[in-house]
């Protein structure tokens, strides 16, 4: 009885060595945000050294996109059925394999395989990292400080890739983007292995759901597909719209299959919750947002002002640096204070405001005064809402569910990434086409008319990414409903289906077991 005792207590304590565990876990995620940018910034020098044709060339960012979004829920579940930690391991192993093989491609057909390889282990490894930072955290304000500490890398992580890339590209070369991968994967599997532990009692050995595993992975490939077909085909192309869908009748069988079996794949248990199924919806909206701001100042930054690539990405840097001190410093100081949509509310407000800002540029806007003051309150506001909507995502979730309830959030961002670039992409071109039309009959400097008709097309996407996280800012203000963490607690129960939302801030501690 006593020996119980003593191994119930030694469970109850959190683990020694979580924070170092957090840098780990943080390096592991900060490689797999990178790599949705990094790339970019190389694509022109890879697709000439390897010749790779125009038609093909979106395939190098979209087969990563592909596997990583199609196989989150499936990579979720593996988690939580063969080991966080491992699946974590594996993830990163098979990570750095594939960035070595696409750094050393020698034609199209090795870089895509990479790159499908890349977002196939990303998805093991994306879920795994964060349910593993969700079940070694346990303390409500140490929890909070280190989804703060994720969701700056989340938010920040893209920007920070857009840099880094046009630093290796242009002193080094290209495939240096893919090569800078497995220092960050070595590091993170020895903290792994040396430093993270995974609570006991945490698996879901459940047999895995086939079904859902083909049905899910088909509809959000047809789905992400969808989007980027849209982009190069256009909406009303026979292709695109076959994808949506084929997208839309696989998702839904998926939700009537996932409702009927004993073993999901996706528990509705999971996003039945208003709280956590609104966290969802509104990172994905604010993904959108940001993903087409990212895409529209490269380019206004590089094609309109001229900048290298290394300067573009060094322009980003008050973006990241806004958002750091929003996550580490304001998110997770006022999440245990106050309620969650209180925060993420007026955070995605605020970053409407900063994309807003960026609407009233034009060919002559200089930097200090168009485009800082936006880059700025959008990592203020980014910061703050991301914290706890990271933290609520798997906030009250049971153990055997954190893979498949963190899988959510990357297959959000995923999705929202997608979604944002190919969306604001087609109305910013069609954009430029109108104004370029309406123009054309006035003469005057060609090459002026068509940088005003470019910045046209970005502000005029703008507007509709202001309209897109202004939504992202509704949502969490009428879906999200629960109070502070300290008010959340999981049902202990046997059949771990439910939670309640009153308790003490003893019950809100993740139930370890089943």
Same mark, same amino acid.
């Given at each position: 009885?006593?020996?119980?005792?003593?191994?119930?207590?030694?469970?109850?304590?959190?683990?020694?060595?979580?924070?170092?565990?957090?840098?780990?876990?943080?390096?592991?995620?900060?490689?797999?945000?990178?790599?949705?940018?990094?790339?970019?910034?190389?694509?022109?020098?890879?697709?000439?050294?390897?010749?790779?044709?125009?038609?093909?060339?979106?395939?190098?960012?979209?087969?990563?996109?592909?596997?990583?979004?199609?196989?989150?829920?499936?990579?979720?579940?593996?988690?939580?059925?063969?080991?966080?930690?491992?699946?974590?391991?594996?993830?990163?192993?098979?990570?750095?394999?594939?960035?070595?093989?696409?750094?050393?491609?020698?034609?199209?057909?090795?870089?895509?395989?990479?790159?499908?390889?890349?977002?196939?282990?990303?998805?093991?490894?994306?879920?795994?990292?964060?349910?593993?930072?969700?079940?070694?955290?346990?303390?409500?304000?140490?929890?909070?400080?280190?989804?703060?500490?994720?969701?700056?890398?989340?938010?920040?992580?893209?920007?920070?890739?857009?840099?880094?890339?046009?630093?290796?590209?242009?002193?080094?070369?290209?495939?240096?983007?893919?090569?800078?991968?497995?220092?960050?994967?070595?590091?993170?599997?020895?903290?792994?292995?040396?430093?993270?532990?995974? %609570?006991?009692?945490?698996?879901?050995?459940?047999? @895995?759901?086939?079904?859902?595993?083909?049905?899910?992975?088909?509809?959000?490939?047809?789905?992400?597909?969808?989007?980027?077909?849209?982009?190069?085909?256009?909406?009303?192309?026979?292709?695109?719209?076959?994808?949506?869908?084929?997208?839309?009748?696989?998702?839904?069988?998926?939700?009537?299959?996932?409702?009927?079996?004993?073993?999901?794949?996706?528990?509705?248990?999971?996003?039945?919750?208003?709280?956590?199924?609104?966290?969802?919806?509104?990172?994905?909206?604010?993904?959108?947002?940001?993903?087409?701001?990212?895409?529209? @100042?490269?380019?206004?930054?590089?094609?309109?002002?001229?900048?290298?690539?290394?300067?573009?990405?060094?322009?980003?840097?008050?973006?990241?640096?806004?958002? +750091?001190?929003?996550?580490?410093?304001?998110?997770?100081?006022?999440?245990?204070?106050?309620?969650?949509?209180?925060?993420?509310?007026?955070?995605?407000?605020?970053?409407?405001?900063?994309?807003? @800002?960026?609407?009233?540029?034009?060919?002559?806007?200089?930097?200090?005064?168009?485009?800082? %003051?936006?880059?700025?309150?959008?990592?203020?506001?980014?910061?703050?809402?991301?914290?706890?909507?990271?933290?609520?995502?798997?906030?009250?979730?049971? %153990?055997?569910?954190?893979?498949?309830?963190?899988?959510?959030?990357?297959?959000?961002?995923?999705?929202?990434?997608?979604?944002?670039?190919?969306?604001?992409?087609? +109305?910013?071109?069609?954009? /430029? /086409?109108?104004?370029?039309?309406?123009?054309?009959?006035?003469?005057?400097?060609?090459?002026?008319?068509?940088?005003?008709?470019?910045?046209?097309?970005?502000?005029?996407?703008?507007?509709?990414?202001?309209?897109?996280?202004?939504?992202?800012? @509704?949502?969490?203000?009428?879906?999200?409903?629960?109070?502070? %963490?300290?008010?959340?607690?999981?049902?202990?129960?046997?059949?771990?289906?439910?939670?309640?939302?009153?308790?003490?801030?003893?019950?809100?501690?993740?139930?370890?077991?089943?």
């Amino acid at each position: 009885m006593s020996h119980t005792l003593a191994a119930n207590a030694e469970k109850a304590l959190p683990d020694p060595r979580r924070w170092k565990a957090l840098v780990f876990i943080s390096i592991a995620q900060l490689m797999v945000v990178l790599d949705a940018t990094i790339v970019n910034i190389a694509l022109p020098s890879a697709q000439q050294d390897l010749g790779i044709s125009d038609a093909n060339k979106q395939w190098v960012i979209t087969a990563y996109a592909l596997a990583f979004g199609g196989l989150l829920l499936f990579g979720g579940r593996i988690a939580d059925l063969w080991g966080r930690k491992r699946t974590f391991v594996t993830g990163l192993i098979g990570f750095a394999l594939a960035s070595a093989i696409g750094g050393f491609a020698g034609n199209e057909a090795m870089l895509l395989s990479a790159r499908a390889a890349q977002g196939a282990f990303g998805a093991l490894l994306a879920p795994a990292a964060l349910s593993l930072l969700a079940v070694t955290f346990t303390d409500i304000k140490e929890r909070a400080k280190a989804f703060g500490v994720f969701g700056a890398i989340a938010g920040g992580g893209g920007a920070v890739g857009l840099l880094l890339g046009g630093v290796l590209t242009e002193y080094l070369d290209w495939r240096w983007t893919f090569f800078a991968n497995i220092p960050f994967a070595a590091v993170a599997v020895l903290g792994a292995y040396f430093v993270i532990r995974e %609570p006991e009692g945490g698996r879901n050995r459940s047999p @895995l759901d086939i079904p859902g595993v083909v049905l899910s992975t088909l509809g959000l490939v047809s789905l992400v597909y969808g989007f980027t077909r849209a982009e190069t085909s256009g909406w009303s192309a026979a292709s695109t719209i076959g994808l949506f869908v084929a997208a839309v009748v696989l998702l839904g069988v998926f939700v009537a299959v996932e409702s009927r079996v004993r073993h999901a794949l996706l528990p509705i248990r999971v996003i039945a919750d208003r709280n956590r199924g609104g966290a969802y919806l509104s990172l994905g909206l604010a993904i959108i947002g940001i993903f087409g701001v990212f895409l529209f @100042l490269t380019y206004y930054l590089q094609v309109i002002r001229g900048y290298s690539a290394i300067k573009t990405g060094l322009a980003f840097l008050p973006l990241v640096v806004a958002l +750091i001190i929003a996550s580490t410093q304001i998110g997770t100081r006022l999440v245990n204070r106050l309620p969650a949509r209180a925060l993420m509310a007026p955070g995605y407000t605020l970053a409407a405001i900063g994309m807003l @800002l960026f609407t009233q540029l034009d060919v002559d806007s200089s930097y200090a005064s168009g485009i800082l %003051p936006g880059l700025v309150l959008l990592g203020l506001g980014l910061g703050t809402a991301f914290a706890p909507a990271i933290g609520l995502s798997t906030n009250g979730i049971e %153990p055997r569910d954190a893979g498949v309830a963190s899988a959510m959030v990357n297959t959000s961002q995923q999705v929202g990434g997608a979604i944002g670039t190919a969306l604001l992409n087609t +109305i910013a071109a069609t954009a /430029t /086409t109108g104004y370029l039309a309406s123009h054309a009959a006035g003469g005057g400097d060609a090459k002026l008319l068509q940088a005003q008709g470019l910045v046209h097309g970005y502000t005029h996407a703008t507007w509709w990414a202001v309209g897109i996280e202004a939504a992202a800012a @509704l949502i969490a203000l009428t879906f999200i409903t629960a109070g502070r %963490p300290s008010t959340v607690m999981v049902d202990s129960g046997a059949d771990g289906e439910g939670a309640s939302e009153t308790g003490s801030a003893q019950d809100s501690v993740p139930v370890v077991g089943h």
